[in-house]
């Protein structure tokens, strides 16, 4: 479970987060949506400690993330986190991505990381391109390698950050599928996204996020259909 | 009158030339070494931005990077002399020769570094690792491919340099050529071998040069 409690972060003079309050129980998907600037990225690099918070509190499996006793490295290999940015390792094939974590991390053997790395390039389709480099791929197979290879470290949680906004449009489908089924799995997952079909048809609940805070959270389908508050409604007029 | 090639001289004397060319290469190796070690710890003291390294490192580079070679050597030989401080010819041509390597190769190493993207950092992060294990094998790896053709043109660069050391009675190749046409008169004779000896090396040094990426770097970059 991932608990985050009154959590404020700023940088310097900008307050980005200003008491944000969210528990994600395992096994639910939840998508973050909301306009630019608004804190969705913020909140998940404080999630994996990638960034510090100035007050409140966030539990990850009951551990503090932002303690000075938490050892963070290990912390992450229960985090594993996708980018908007493509940033597969340029200098390694797909299947080497995939595997450098588990053995460098995880002390696997070769053989045993190469294993468990097949296996999640696999999973999201990538079976035809362990000796390719990623340089070579489109920018969707780059994004599903993203996802295996955060996967190969077989992580309770999945943080995923607007993983299709740098897509173009036709590739966008073959990143979302792969997320649906990572969620029919059971995977835990928090998606910040823009694409509102999937918020809505893959998670469980949706967070529409203003200006720092929680404007409105609740079931999927109710946000997006039907949202309460007024700004939700505002912010869901202008995207569709 | 036209001027009869005698080949016979410099053949005999193929030895001292080789024997030269062994010395131009060792001083080479030996400033692009020294050059590389100390080129990292200025790169360093500059992006460290810690006020007094980063001073030191901004001015050697810039006097590196802006005044001739032939001044460097100069003051080396010369310039040192002046205060008492004799150096031999070869540590003078070293001297010089180090001093401007780690001058350009604190850009080359700057900029490599600089080119790697942050998501790298925080991709490497997010999967657990440690920052050592970050540099390690994804940051330098890298950086290593960006930096290497940049290496082999000053390495190139420095090999060429060395033949100043004729202006202090350094024993390299044109150093040794010099001597020995002075001796003989056979002028043009030993200079176009020792060009062509000069091509050879950096021939040799460039094609080794890529040899070795292509072993070293199988991934595009
Ligand atoms: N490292 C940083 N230093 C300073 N300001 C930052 C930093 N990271 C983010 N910000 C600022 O914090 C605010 C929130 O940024 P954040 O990236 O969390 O927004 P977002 O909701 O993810 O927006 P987007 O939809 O554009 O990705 C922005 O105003 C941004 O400029
Ligand atoms: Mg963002």
Redesign the interface.
């Known amino acids: 479970m991932i608990s985050v409690q009154n959590v404020h972060k700023s940088f310097g003079d900008l307050e980005v987060l200003k008491g944000v309050s969210l528990d994600v129980p395992n096994g639910e998907v939840v998508s973050v949506i909301g306009g630019s600037g608004s804190g969705k990225s913020t909140l998940l690099y404080c999630i994996?400690a990638?960034e510090s918070i100035n007050s409140g509190k966030i539990l990850v499996n009951d551990i503090d993330v932002h303690s000075k006793a938490t050892n963070k490295?290990?912390l992450?290999?229960k985090?594993?986190?996708v980018?908007q940015?493509f940033?597969a390792?340029?200098?390694?094939?797909v299947l080497e991505n995939a595997a450098?974590?588990p053995r460098?991390?995880k002390k696997m053997s070769r053989d045993e990381a190469m294993e468990i790395a097949k296996k999640e390039l696999e999973h999201v389709g990538l079976g035809d391109k362990f000796d390719v480099?990623p340089?070579?791929m489109s920018g969707g197979q780059q994004q599903r390698l993203?996802i295996a290879?955060?996967l190969a470290?077989k992580p309770d949680f999945m943080l995923l950050d607007e993983v299709t906004s740098a897509l173009d449009p036709e590739l966008v489908g073959e990143v979302l599928e792969t997320l649906r089924l990572l969620a029919e799995e059971g995977m835990t997952m928090i998606c910040v996204t823009h694409e509102m079909g999937f918020a809505r048809d893959v998670s469980d609940r949706v967070a529409y996020f203003h200006q720092g805070v929680i404007a409105e959270i609740g079931e999927a389908r109710q946000v997006i259909n039907e949202p309460q508050n007024e700004l939700t409604q505002k912010f869901l007029s202008k995207v569709r | 009158m036209e001027y009869q090639f005698h080949w016979n001289i410099v053949f005999q004397k193929m030895p001292e030339l080789l024997n030269g060319a062994f010395v131009t290469l060792h001083v080479s190796v030996l400033a692009m070494l020294l050059g590389i070690v100390i080129a990292i710890l200025l790169a360093i003291a500059k992006m460290n931005n810690s006020k007094p390294f980063c001073y030191v490192a901004t001015v050697w580079v810039e006097i590196a990077r802006n005044t001739p070679a032939l001044f460097q050597i100069y003051m080396a030989y010369f310039g040192l002399g002046a205060f008492g401080i004799h150096l031999s010819p070869y540590v003078a041509v070293l001297s010089a020769l180090v001093f401007i390597n780690a001058g350009y190769l604190t850009e080359t190493f700057r900029g490599g570094f600089q080119s790697i993207p942050s998501t790298q950092y925080s991709a490497s992060k997010s999967l657990g690792m440690s920052s050592i294990q970050t540099y390690r094998y994804v940051i330098l790896p890298q950086m290593l491919r960006r930096i290497y053709h940049p290496m082999t043109n000053q390495f190139v660069w420095s090999i060429l340099m060395s033949s100043l050391g004729i202006l202090v009675g350094m024993s390299e190749l044109s150093g040794t050529t010099q001597r020995l046409q002075s001796a003989s008169f056979r002028t043009l004779e030993f200079f176009i071998v020792a060009a062509v000896m000069y091509f050879i090396i950096t021939k040799l040094v460039l094609f080794g040069s890529s040899l070795l990426s292509r072993r070293l770097f199988k991934g595009e970059i």
């Open positions: 994996n990638i490295d290990k992450r290999q985090l594993g986190m980018f940015q940033n390792f340029p200098h390694m094939t450098l974590a460098i991390v480099y340089t070579r993203a290879r955060a470290m």
